[in-house]
């Protein structure tokens, strides 16, 4: 007998052992599977111990519940219960196509959510109704730049998939709104109070989308480079015109005359 | 168990419901193909939205968009009379956005600022009646091939539904 065996037999005995001759007699040699011996019965006093949460009253309801069940379950002949389960299932299977029909009604009828299969150009008349009905310059500027993120994000995304002549239309639109009919030029229309609070976040995403688009530009085959390199340059002119504005302001801040400038703000 | 097959129901309609609200996106390749269909379209709306975010005055916004309402028109004609009547519903939809948000919704907004009896008034007037023609217009198409392309008929009520919010547009507010 080894101290491994000797260990299992005792793991394996439980209550009041009673240990075959050849562990006891390895347990009176063996000092370390004493101590093991001991631990062990610490344990099976210990368990005795633990405190047991009273749950008869949750067993006496469970056994009232469980009870109660047969009876009615008694009632019900077999044929019964296999129409019930027969019921259930087909009334799954109805809801189920129901709300197929019904996700597929609301797809494919001719109802507003079918606009929803060309993503992008939904997106762009959502900026164009908000264009017809902004009437303010700050207003027109978010919008804008909007639109310019909704290409930048469309056409990084079909940046493969789409043909060559699309993705340069692409990246002209993208330049046409960041252009000087588009955000460059209404972005000097905004007035000083404002600008900043609202052209600096509209500048961050400036440098993000050029960056992404650089980075395309990378990845994509040789045909499909210059649409993205347009896009980028596009991006850093609008980034550089609205900061050169910024920095307009920043320098009348610091004249004598600049609170005048600046609408009698600082 | 009484509550378990109302329960499940009740979820199952609530999750398509909630499917059908998420936007449908094409797999990438069908979204390419629909980019070079929909090319001319993305980039008219482009052009009018630069001249919109040009344009101070709501009666020249309603000349905007009626322009954008005629060019829409013709691509509604162009998908019936290739009987396409699916590209014509989704063009539609468009369509009735721009009549709605931005003819109607400039029509009273010009309505607010300009008093009766005036020359802006007529001015008001005429680019409703002009906008009103080009959606009767197109509404009779729609009536004519709905005859044959079931699928319009809905198309079409729907389009007359906005050409009344447009002729109401310019009405002086009730007292």
Redesign the interface.
């Known amino acids: 007998m080894n101290c491994r065996l000797a260990c299992q037999r005792l793991l394996a005995t439980s209550g009041p052992r009673m240990l075959p001759d050849s562990v006891q007699h390895h347990l009176v040699q063996c000092e370390q599977c004493q101590r093991f011996k001991e631990q062990l019965d610490q344990i099976d006093k210990a368990v005795r111990r633990i405190p047991i949460p009273d749950s008869s009253i949750a067993k006496t309801a469970f056994l009232e519940r469980f009870l109660a069940e047969p009876t009615l379950v008694s009632r019900q002949t077999p044929r019964r219960m296999g129409w019930n389960w027969t019921l ?1 299932t087909a ?2 299977a109805a ?2 196509l ?3 029909f ?2 597929g009604w ?2 494919r ?14 997106q ?2 959502a ?3 908000a ?4 009437d303010s310059v700050n207003r ?1 500027v978010e ?2 730049a909007q ?1 310019a993120e909704t290409l930048d994000e ?1 056409t990084r ?2 940046a493969l ?3 060559i002549n ?1 993705l340069e ?2 990246s002209k ?1 993208f330049v ?2 960041l252009g000087n ?2 955000l460059s030029g ?1 972005a000097e229309l905004v007035p000083a109070l404002n600008r900043k609070a609202l052209l600096e976040p509209i500048v961050t995403n400036l440098v993000r989308m050029a960056a992404a688009q650089e980075e395309m530009a990378g990845h994509v085959p040789p045909n499909r480079i210059m649409a993205f390199r347009r896009m980028a340059t596009a991006a850093r002119e609008a980034r550089d015109a609205i900061r050169r504005k910024l920095q307009e302001d920043d320098v009348a801040r610091c004249s004598p005359d600049g609170l005048a400038v600046l609408g009698g703000k600082s | 168990m009484r509550w378990r097959v109302p329960l499940t129901t009740v979820l199952v309609m609530l999750a398509s419901l909630a499917g059908a609200q998420v936007p449908h996106r094409l797999p990438l390749a069908d979204q390419a193909r629909v980019l070079r269909e929909n090319m001319a379209l993305l980039q008219v709306t482009v052009a009018g939205s630069l001249e919109l975010a040009d344009q101070d005055n709501a009666l020249d916004r309603v000349d905007s968009c009626h322009r954008l309402i005629k060019f829409w028109a013709r691509e509604i004609e162009a998908a019936v009379r290739q009987g396409n009547p699916s590209r014509a519903s989704e063009m539609s939809t468009y369509l009735n956005k721009i009549a709605d948000g931005g003819v109607a919704s400039n029509l009273r907004a010009a309505r607010k600022l300009i008093p009766p009896s005036t020359p802006d008034e007529r001015l008001l007037l005429q680019r409703r009646d002009a906008a009103l023609h080009d959606l009767e217009v197109l509404e009779n198409v729609l009536a004519e091939f709905s005859r044959n392309q079931r699928e319009l008929r809905p198309v079409v009520g729907r389009l007359q539904a906005v050409r009344r919010i447009v002729a109401e547009a310019a009405d002086l507010p009730k007292p």
């Open positions: 259930v009334t799954s809801v189920v129901l709300g197929l019904i996700t609301l797809r009828g001719p109802t507003p959510a079918e606009a929803t299969s060309d993503v992008m150009l939904e762009m008349i900026h164009q109704l264009l017809a009905s902004a027109r919008i804008l639109m469309y995304q079909l998939v789409a043909e699309d239309s692409l639109l046409d709104v009919k588009g209404k």
